[in-house]
């Protein structure tokens, strides 16, 4: 799939989207969850920092 929106909380507003993702990268899920009637799903984000 390609431009994966993902969101800073549970919604399908644009205002919520944070970034995108293309094929090739996978999350570990936490939770399904369901957002006006459709599934969203949280994931663990791990961040890398060079220091």
């Known amino acids: 799939m390609k431009n994966l929106r993902f969101y ?3 919604s ?3 205002k ?4 995108f993702v293309d094929a090739g ?6 939770a399904k969850v369901i957002v006006n009637g459709s ?3 949280k994931v663990q984000n791990i961040l ?4």
């Open 8 to 10: 800073d909380s549970a």
């Open 12 to 14: 399908w507003s644009d």
């Open 16 to 19: 919520d989207v944070v970034g």
């Open 25 to 30: 990268l996978g999350f570990i899920i936490d």
């Open 39 to 41: 599934p969203q799903y």
């Open 48 to 51: 890398c920092n060079s220091k």
